[in-house]
């Protein structure tokens, strides 16, 4: 059998990817493993824990007259499996959008519980290649020998590039737990979101209003600054977050959400080297 490539050593300064996808070909497994869906099901629930994913849900069908098609749902985002027993033969398709998932760990495991005598990982993939304006429209990326890799997390990309900092604009969408109409929501907004999110206050709060009743605001950290704005028009909050130090761009969004009760938010991070 080849060697797979692990979810975990791969590094390099390519540059920041969404998630990473492999796609794997498990060759003379045993057929009646493959012919049942409660079996298959157990398996990959099985590898799917062991690489170190968080399990949400799962999903497998059993073909007449035979054949299986499953799907484990991962935080991390997912495994699926089409099985030909007639063939004996499976195809694997692995997808993370995190560093923690062991993908060697994962093989092992379908290798195993499959009776497989051979697999072949088949392709390697960064996709959602994250540039400076956002998601670049390119076919994905390959990983192999001698070309760079992608961080899958902000983390990652923030201490190889050793950057000086990190910036994110986000835009909350539809917030539903926010007063537009009380003059102190701002104010509070802020403090609740720099205690969730560890940034400490380096100056005055200062909010002023803007066009219609639109209000800006500026804080000042201790180690950068926040800035952003209050748009009851759409019922949006636009945030823009700079700190001198990492912090996790999407936790930070995602604490803003729950606090402000938004529908859904976009987001766009950059490590400033």
């Known amino acids: 059998m080849t060697a797979a490539f692990s979810g975990k050593s791969v590094r390099g300064t390519g540059g920041f990817a969404l998630g990473r996808q492999m796609t794997v070909e498990f060759y003379d497994c045993d057929p009646q493993i493959l012919a049942d869906a409660a079996v298959m099901e157990k398996i990959f629930l099985n590898s799917a824990r062991g690489s170190g994913a968080t399990v949400i849900t799962s999903q497998f069908h059993q073909f007449t007259p035979q054949g299986v098609s499953g799907v484990v749902?991962?935080?991390?985002?997912?495994?699926?499996?089409?099985?030909?027993?007639?063939?004996?033969?499976?195809?694997?398709?692995?997808?993370?959008?995190?560093?923690?998932?062991?993908?060697?760990?994962?093989?092992?495991?379908?290798?195993?519980?499959?009776?497989?005598?051979?697999?072949?990982?088949?392709s390697l993939v960064n996709r959602g290649i994250v540039g400076n304006n956002g998601v670049e429209r390119l076919v994905p990326v390959v990983e192999q020998q001698g070309c760079p890799s992608f961080q899958l997390s902000w983390k990652s990309r923030f201490e190889e590039t050793r950057a000086r900092a990190i910036s994110c604009a986000v835009d909350i969408c539809n917030c539903r737990n926010f007063d537009f109409n009380d003059k102190d929501a701002p104010e509070k907004f802020v403090s609740e979101f720099l205690s969730i999110s560890g940034l400490e206050k380096g100056g005055e709060f200062t909010l002023r209003a803007a066009a219609g009743e639109e209000k800006d605001f500026v804080q000042l950290l201790s180690k950068g600054c926040l800035s952003g704005s209050f748009v009851p028009e759409n019922k949006s909050v636009y945030l823009d977050i700079f700190v001198k130090e990492f912090i996790d761009p999407r936790k930070a969004a995602e604490s803003a959400v729950e606090l402000l009760g938004g529908a859904y938010y976009r987001m766009q991070p950059q490590v400033r080297i």
């Open 73 to 122: 749902v991962i935080s991390e985002s997912h495994f699926a499996v089409h099985a030909w027993p007639e063939h004996e033969y499976a195809a694997v398709d692995l997808f993370t959008c995190g560093e923690g998932v062991d993908f060697d760990k994962a093989i092992e495991i379908i290798s195993s519980g499959l009776g497989c005598r051979e697999w072949i990982v088949s």
